[in-house]
């Protein structure tokens, strides 16, 4: 029965004192992490050290539907390089980011542009993703500020939710910028990025999770632009080579004029 006080309740025994603390712990694992770890985490999944794709992006609009092929290679996080494949007028554009240089090459004109930081912001390809989207201008770990506001579930996975507030001084797109990572392998499920304003600019969902290279990853990306209920933007991956043989001699400027 246990111990009582004067007014007869049951005084909690060592066992149950334990046990209460057992179960209070239980309930902070999902925030006891370092949301910079987390995402660190989520990067590793998403990108790995290197990695190589394949993809098709579908850009619909009220009036028309566009559909842009390309082939990407990846290293790090200030490595990557894209190359477009089809449609014919686009082949051999090509975009690479090199730390803290990004580069565009129209075959048109048989030209290389650096891109400047202003730019960042800017639809890629027409479509509702930013030039920063793709080619990762910003660090999304030295950036910005983390908080692990909470851990919900989205589309059936527990999932942390981490808002990203820009350091001061860094020339970011956004204002702020909210992240679903789920809870179990850490796959990136939902982003939401708003303006300086506070304002939402857009949505991204992931999803079409499959297991590719032992690891389980979404291999669908669609952009809402918000305000826009006709218009988004589908990315979808059909391969994904992660770790491959790569090195910093791949992502330059006269490899962005040779590729094919």
Not at 63 to 83: F, K, N, Q
Not at 224 to 239: F, W
């Amino acid at each position: 029965m246990g111990l009582r006080d004067k007014w007869g309740r049951v005084i909690p025994g060592r066992r149950s004192v334990v046990a209460l603390a057992f179960l209070t712990l239980l309930a902070l694992p999902a925030f006891s992490q370092d949301p910079a770890e987390i995402l660190r985490n989520m990067e590793q999944v998403m990108r790995g050290d290197s990695q190589q794709a394949e993809m098709t992006m579908k850009i619909v609009r009220p009036r028309y539907e566009r559909e842009v092929s390309m082939r990407s290679w990846a290293m790090g996080t200030d490595y990557s390089l894209i190359l477009i494949t089809a449609p014919s007028r686009d082949r051999g554009t090509a975009y690479l980011m090199r730390e803290n240089d990004i580069w565009n090459y129209d075959p048109r004109i048989d030209r290389t542009t650096r891109l400047p930081s202003s730019m960042m912001a800017q639809s890629w390809m027409g479509s509702d993703f930013t030039n920063d989207d793709l080619v990762r201008d910003s660090d999304i770990l030295d950036d910005y500020e983390h908080e692990l506001i909470e851990t919900e579930e989205y589309n059936g996975y527990e999932s942390y939710v981490i808002e990203l507030v820009p350091k001061p001084d860094t020339p970011i797109v956004w204002g702020k910028v909210k992240m679903w990572i789920s809870v179990d392998g850490y796959m990136q499920l939902r982003i939401e990025n708003y303006d300086q304003r506070d304002r939402l600019a857009n949505t991204m969902e992931l999803d079409r999770i499959e297991e590719i290279s032992g690891r389980k990853l979404p291999t669908r990306i669609t952009v809402y632009p918000a305000g826009k209920d006709n218009e988004r933007t589908i990315l979808e991956y059909s391969s994904i080579e992660f770790d491959i043989d790569l090195d910093e001699s791949f992502f330059s400027q006269s490899n962005l004029q040779r590729l094919r």
